[in-house]
């Protein structure tokens, strides 16, 4: 790393903040920050907003101008070499006169891979990989986890009392959490394509699963709502049927599909004999639909089954101050874990109070 | 408050410093600290250590010498006007001269409860009271709820993963959580008077419910084992019965007392017609017995029955990073909360790492 200099940090730093302002509504593209410097001055800056929208390193050449001529580009992500629905970006940085290139990270897009950098060296520009590719592969896993694993980022949130209920024995769930703790679920929501949960949760708490919180620069994309839901048991009066956005139904057994999808859903019919949808190949099919990061909202039934199959990539908790007791429902059903050896551990990446409640966020250990 | 300066404060901070010196072997007995200044400069300082040893006041003066005369004694507790198994600390100061004594908090004793504040003032020396008392009545909370409640402070220590599960369904918990936060449950036991727990627990586990940390201060105590049977069913070769210490076995019917008493237990007989003993005659019972602090090492049924009773002043939570899933057993037991409505409100004093567990500290809220 000793040929980066702390002031290729601060601007590879900046660039890095000015993508996450695509946070919610990039997607499926990856968030990119762009920044130009020409002479110690920072002369032009950009992020890409929303796929058909400017490329940050557009956007940032076009803030430059003139200036652009001779300056060193930051950008958070190799610059593409090929004509998508924009031009691409090398074209317009070996145009625009840019002595080099530091990127963090390489694109692992196969249209991308390495020949947006072979590009701008054969255009005889100096270019520079690596510098905070870490912070950047953190930002981006939902699009790398889709492109290199072609499964999105699955994120599963719960809510909870302190001992660990999620709602009484009679169902009665609202609510467990705080406003505050609701309000963060829909920043979660935002950051999503896609919301998944279980015909379970849809007959009893018939959710919507929208983004609502108007301040978030979510660009009016709506993530898809994926159900799952074996038998078709969807109800033609569910909520998130009448809702903007598309309701996708993943099912083993198609045969009642015609009135729901007159009632607006899209039914996806997956292969499968076990009594639940196989969510494997419900995530693939989401990675064709160009999904990066799934938010799972369920009941204990689909979210112990995707912990039990190794699925969940990340575990987002908000524990509220409460005791809840035993007349209640435990968060994960794990059928299969019969001994202390089954418990799966895991490595708790941050811990935050939002409102009353705290969050906490984990990854499953090893 | 504008009656104290910020030296004031430190020379109390001091003291209570060091009256938290006693914290494992001053109990019965207040944890007491003492500092004594002079032309600003500290000419002595004490702390109590336990009953029947000097008491903070005298070990400072003793410290200081000849030039306790004139100085300013800050105390954490108001000093002793009475003959204990110690001679009384005012008739000390008195005697040494001492020109001011600053008190922290009135001793509600009793036997004290103003009385020395006002011997001393009848000896021509000038008093203050109440700084840093909130401080000070948090140290001694176990001391005051005995002393103003004639009930012990009651902390229930649970340890559980992340979902709210103590133990497999199988009855499997060695270990939910990881050394560290054993080692810390050490430290709460020689804290308390008595550790209380079910004859469940002790037909399940065995538990031996002893101090063994011998870098602990303890004086070599050993706080009373409690356990709660009611129909005497505790066995005559549990592990606690031929340990240092004493154990106690609450009942209601106490038909095989005999056995067991033979076998070192004291058996004390409380009336009930509940399907558990009464845990609040218990903890009556145990501050005639002198018992500042319990420590509650329980399972779901008791440590639910204590918390649906309002009986827990305290609750510390080991929270271990794993998830256990469904085939488990949850925290407290509480057959009478059906609603959402029933569940009880925390308010969170503390949250900290041990180890890789997370200890939550917390008191019912209201």
């Given at each position: 790393m000793s040929e980066f200099t702390a002031t290729d940090c601060v601007h590879m730093a900046r660039a890095l903040r000015l993508a996450e302002r695509g946070q919610y509504s990039a997607h499926p593209n990856p968030m990119v920050g762009c920044v130009l410097v020409r002479d110690g001055e920072v002369v032009g800056e950009g992020w890409h907003k929303a796929a058909g929208e400017a490329h940050a390193e557009i956007i940032a050449l076009h803030a430059a101008g003139e200036k652009a001529s001779g300056a060193t580009a930051y950008v958070t992500l190799e610059p593409c070499a090929h004509q998508g629905k924009t031009p691409p970006c090398v074209a317009a940085l070996v145009d625009a006169g840019v002595a080099e290139v530091v990127v963090a990270l390489k694109d692992p897009n196969p249209a991308v891979n390495g020949q947006g950098l072979q590009a701008l060296a054969g255009a005889g520009i100096q270019t520079r990989v690596g510098l905070m590719h870490g912070e950047v592969e953190l930002l981006l896993r939902g699009f790398l986890s889709r492109v290199t694993r072609q499964q999105p980022f699955v994120r599963l949130k719960m809510a909870s009392s302190l001992d660990g209920c999620i709602a009484m024995a009679t169902g009665e769930s609202q609510w467990i959490t705080g406003a505050d703790a609701r309000a963060d679920v829909q920043r979660l929501r935002a950051r999503s394509g896609a919301i998944m949960t279980g015909i379970g949760t849809v007959l009893a708490d018939d959710p919507s699963l929208t983004v609502r919180d108007t301040s978030l620069d979510n660009d009016g994309k709506q993530p898809f709502r994926v159900v799952l839901d074996r038998n078709l048991r969807m109800p033609l009066s569910a909520e998130m049927l009448a809702l903007a956005g598309r309701t996708l139904v993943y099912c083993h057994?198609?045969?009642?599909?015609h009135a729901l999808v007159e009632a607006g859903a899209q039914v996806i019919k997956v292969e499968g004999d076990r009594d639940t949808v196989d969510a494997k190949a419900v995530l693939h099919d989401l990675a064709d639909r160009q999904v990066n990061d799934v938010l799972v909202e369920a009941g204990p039934r689909l979210a112990g089954n995707l912990i039990e199959n190794g699925l969940v990539d990340e575990l987002v908790i908000y524990q509220s101050p409460h005791i809840m007791g035993s007349e209640t429902i435990g968060m994960f059903r794990t059928?299969?874990?019969?001994?202390?050896?089954?418990r799966r551990a895991l490595e708790i990446s941050d811990v935050r109070r939002v409102g009353a409640d705290t969050r906490i966020t984990a990854r499953f250990a090893g």
């Open positions: 057994r198609d045969k009642n599909r059928p299969t874990w019969t001994t202390l050896a089954d």
